[in-house]
Each structure stands twice: as structure tokens, then as C-alpha cells.
T-cell receptor, first 115, second 112 residues
Framework: QQQVRQSPQSLTVWEGETAILNCSYEDSTFNYFPWYQQFPGEGPALLISISSVSDKKEDGRFTIFFNKREKKLSLHITDSQPGDSATYFCAASEDTGANTGKLTFGHGTILRVHP | DPKIIQKPKYLVAVTGSEKILICEQYLGHNAMYWYRQSAKKPLEFMFSYSYQKLMDNQTASSRFQPQSSKKNHLDLQITALKPDDSATYFC???????????FGAGTRLSVL
């Protein structure tokens, strides 16, 4: 059972455009949502994260929008740069008071930014 | 310099054999994890260790055994390898209870 879904599978934008990556989840107990960025040959690296008490989190050109009622979130990358070309993973975890490091990942969105 | 070292980067094994994947972290973290990424599935949590003790195990098979000889080491022994075990195995670390996981570059395992 896939608990975290991402769309689209791949996305191509031009340099300077805004890329929008979507994520949805099923488990209502999820309350922490990190996005990871992965370049070929490397491990995933935390990009930005949000908890369920917020509806928006911004960090430079990266913004997460979160809709708890619909169980959806999106990552907006403004002024996209060729260096942003990577795979982006949406993940989720639940705060049980004893985080065990278990994250549930989506399949990822491959982003290509053309110069 | 990479702070989480995984060795080897690539590994080819024959069905039925046994392999050990190595992971060392130099971030001063007290928790380490193994995740698996296969062609058809997203990154999957396998194990978490804190202070060299198993905290969570989400693998269904006993063929996967983590081994922690030092607090900054968490190796993964896989026995009786099957072609379905082919995947990239990622080691990660964090402070226990923290939400930011740091991942290594992975070991890509191919089982023929």
C-alpha cells in the first residue's frame, strides 16, 4: 500500500519558471513532512520540511504549501535553476513522541530545468 | 568530505551468497538507519538503531541483519541473497528523536 503519492513522475521547466511538485498522503497520523532532494549518485538530502500545524513553510526559493483537510502538499520552486535538476522526494512521518527515524517516502518527481 | 561513508559503492553477488554492506558516520549522531530503494518501490525504511540497540525493524525477513560493532557503525549483513534483493541500500543517521536524517551515497547491490 503506497501511503505517499507524488505527481508528476517527471517535470520539465525552463530556467526562471516555477516548478510545482505535488504530494498526497493517506495516513491521518502523519504530521511531519520533509522534502528530500537527490542528485544522481548521491543520497537524498533534506531540502525543506513542514509540520502539520503549519500551512506554509518558506526557505528561499523553496516553499511548501500544506492542506491538512485534503491531505495534500506541494513544493514550489520559484526561479528554477539548472542546478535544481534532481529527484525530489516527499516523505512523511508520525510523531508518536518517540521518533524512530521511520520516514515513508513517495516515488519521487524527476525535475529537469532547461537553461 | 562525506560524513557518512558507505562501502562498497557497487556490489555484484550471486543468488544464495552472503554480503555485508558497510556504513560509518562521522556526524556524532547516536542513531543510525538502513533504507532500501529498489526500481519498483520508493525508499523503504528497514531498521533503526540508537546507542547500538535495535529500536525498530520493518523488514519481514531475517535474512537482513544489522550489525553494530561501534556506535558510529551500522553494517548490514544479507544472507541467502535473491535477485529481488537487488536495490540501492542507503545508510542514514541522526540524533535519536530528531527529524532530520542524513543519508550516505548508498551501495548499489545487484544479485544475479
Amino acid at each position: 500500500q503506497q501511503q505517499v503519492r507524488q505527481s508528476p513522475q517527471s517535470l520539465t521547466v525552463w530556467e526562471g519558471e516555477t516548478a510545482i511538485l505535488n504530494c498526497s498522503y493517506e495516513d491521518s497520523t502523519f504530521n511531519y513532512f520533509p522534502w528530500y532532494q537527490q542528485f544522481p549518485g548521491e543520497g537524498p538530502a533534506l531540502l525543506i520540511s513542514i509540520s502539520s500545524v503549519s500551512d506554509k513553510k518558506e526557505d528561499g526559493r523553496f516553499t511548501i504549501f500544506f492542506n491538512k483537510r485534503e491531505k495534500k502538499l506541494s513544493l514550489h520552486i520559484t526561479d528554477s535553476q539548472p542546478g535544481d535538476s534532481a529527484t525530489y522526494f516527499c516523505a512523511a512521518s508520525e510523531d508518536t513522541g518517540a521518533n524512530t527515524g521511520k520516514l515513508t517516502f513517495g516515488h519521487g518527481t524527476i525535475l529537469r530545468v532547461h537553461p | 568530505d562525506p560524513k557518512i561513508i558507505q562501502k562498497p559503492k557497487y556490489l555484484v553477488a550471486v543468488t544464495g551468497s552472503e554480503k555485508i554492506l558497510i556504513c560509518e558516520q562521522y556526524l556524532g549522531h547516536n542513531a543510525m538507519y538502513w533504507y532500501r530503494q529498489s526500481a519498483k518501490k520508493p525508499l523503504e525504511f528497514m531498521f533503526s538503531y540508537s546507542y547500538q540497540k535495535l529500536m525498530d525493524n520493518q523488514t519481514a525477513s531475517s535474512r537482513f541483519q544489522p550489525q553494530s560493532s561501534k556506535k558510529n557503525h551500522l553494517d548490514l549483513q544479507i544472507t541467502a541473497l535473491k535477485p529481488d534483493d537487488s536495490a540501492t541500500y542507503f545508510c542514514a543517521s541522526s540524533q535519536w528523536g530528531g527529524y532530520t536524517l542524513y543519508f550516505g551515497a548508498g551501495t548499489r547491490l545487484s544479485v544475479l
